[in-house]
């Protein structure tokens, strides 16, 4: 109630700035916090997809880890050549670890820089965002997309912003583990041409998210309405 201007990293949390705290509409402008560094995540033309899925993120649960693990296992009985690269840290690493010893197929890395999240994103073919939280926006798939790398997501949260058009028919209900292992399938199934096509939407979106172009709106917008005063 004491500010001017209320910034939302999406349009998804500004309507929970709408309905559950009763800031004005006319008050908020949305922002997705500060963008993705282009400079640093981007495609890498000589990379080789070593990996046909990938996770990058917080080891938990309520992240829909579990979720990926016991999807990736129902296609993997179907398809011997899939495989999963998972990276991060949390409270769940422990029994990752030693689910992910009995299976074949799964490589677990425990935390990385972003320069070396870029090689990350560059050697998956699709990054799975399994996510059962109500994320506020999820920089992590929008990196993914910065480097031509198509995301099977849940659709929850502020997915829906930048999860679109044909990327929509790769989504999944969080928590559904047939409707997660559904999408496995298809995305691994996805030709050639369909895949290229998947790629090069993904850049085209990460494109608005870009944190030159980002950081440049929301400077124009807080110039905007907050006029002669200092921005």
Do not use: W
Request: with cysteine.
């Amino acid at each position: 109630n004491l500010s001017s201007v209320v910034v939302s990293p999406s349009n998804y949390f500004k309507d929970i700035l709408v309905s559950h705290y009763k800031v004005p509409k006319d008050k908020i402008v949305v922002s997705p916090s500060g963008g993705v560094d282009s400079g640093v995540f981007h495609s890498q033309i000589d990379s080789v997809k070593r990996y046909t899925f990938g996770y990058v993120g917080r080891i938990e649960k309520n992240k829909g880890i579990d979720d990926l693990i016991e999807a990736f296992q129902l296609v993997k009985d179907l398809n011997y050549n899939y495989s999963l690269l998972i990276v991060g840290s949390g409270s769940y690493v422990s029994e990752l670890r030693e689910i992910v010893n009995s299976m074949v197929g799964v490589t677990f890395i425990e935390g990385m820089s972003q320069n070396e999240l870029v090689d990350v994103y560059n050697t998956i073919s699709f990054l799975v965002f399994p996510s059962k939280l109500r994320e506020s926006l999820g920089l992590i798939p929008i990196e993914a997309m910065m480097c031509g790398t198509p995301v099977l997501s849940s659709r929850i949260g502020a997915t829906h912003d930048y999860i679109v058009s044909d990327m929509c028919e790769y989504s999944f209900e969080p928590g559904s583990i047939e409707g997660l292992k559904a999408s496995l399938l298809k995305a691994a199934g996805a030709s050639k041409d369909e895949y290229e096509c998947l790629s090069q939407l993904a850049s085209k979106i990460a494109k608005k998210y870009e944190s030159d172009r980002v950081i440049k709106e929301l400077y124009m917008q807080l110039k905007c309405r907050l006029g002669s005063r200092n921005v």
